[in-house]
């Protein structure tokens, strides 16, 4: 069975992302709307197919590195794997005192953001990436930051064009992306809390398994 990446398997839902945004968005445009309409966005036609592929066009315009500053609101070090030891505090399933003990061979416990990054990484995700614990969480984080990426453009379409395409401002009120606005605000929360579990979920495999840090740090 051919391997398909998270990003890729998450097209679908950004497409209904997209859908979404734009259904709601014309409905309250359009109180006549009738939503049995919506038939015409089945997974099998033409539209959706359309629709997915600028899916992946628009949630490929930006650096994932953008995209991580846009989730947690951090111009430096924004990924929460920078700060796996803090977050540790905060999820009861870690025992923190054994996660230090098992640490300490690999960093000192007041290293950089950098640093814990790397060890969180290289240590403590990578062996357990592919475990559904972890890689559920982190294909939910890919599907709402990169919906928050997909929000941000549909908006700035649908504001764009109902002040210059005739066409659109006949179907789409001027608050129209008012409605993108409030879905970058509800993926962001999502993204943001995902990314985080991705990495406590890791930390709790992690201590499970004793050995597997020694193993791969010789």
């Not at 998450?10 to 997209?18: E, F, Q, S, T």
Request: include cysteine.
């Amino acid at each position: 069975m051919a391997w398909i990446s998270l990003k890729t398997q998450n097209l679908p839902a950004l497409a209904l992302v997209i859908i979404a945004q734009v259904s709601v968005a014309y409905a309250l445009s359009n109180p006549e709307f009738n939503w049995s309409s919506i038939e015409v966005f089945s997974p099998d036609t033409v539209i959706v197919t359309l629709i997915m592929l600028a899916a992946a066009l628009f949630s490929s315009l930006l650096p994932a590195s953008v995209k991580h500053q846009l989730v947690y609101l951090r111009l430096k070090n924004a990924l929460p794997g920078h700060r796996f030891l803090q977050l540790a505090e905060h999820d009861q399933r870690i025992d923190l005192l054994r996660l230090k003990q098992k640490v300490m061979p690999l960093m000192q416990l007041n290293m950089t953001e950098e640093q814990q990054n790397r060890v969180w990484y290289q240590h403590i995700y990578h062996p357990y990436q592919n475990t559904p614990l972890v890689k559920d969480a982190h294909k939910a984080f890919l599907l709402w930051r990169d919906s928050v990426v997909m929000s941000l453009f549909t908006g700035l379409l649908l504001a764009v064009g109902v002040n210059t395409v005739p066409a659109v401002a006949e179907v789409f009120s001027q608050m129209s992306f008012l409605v993108s606005a409030l879905f970058v605000l509800a993926t962001g929360c999502a993204a943001y809390h995902n990314g985080k579990r991705m990495v406590t979920n890791a930390v709790v495999l992690w201590l499970l398994k004793p050995g597997v840090c020694y193993k791969s740090s010789h």
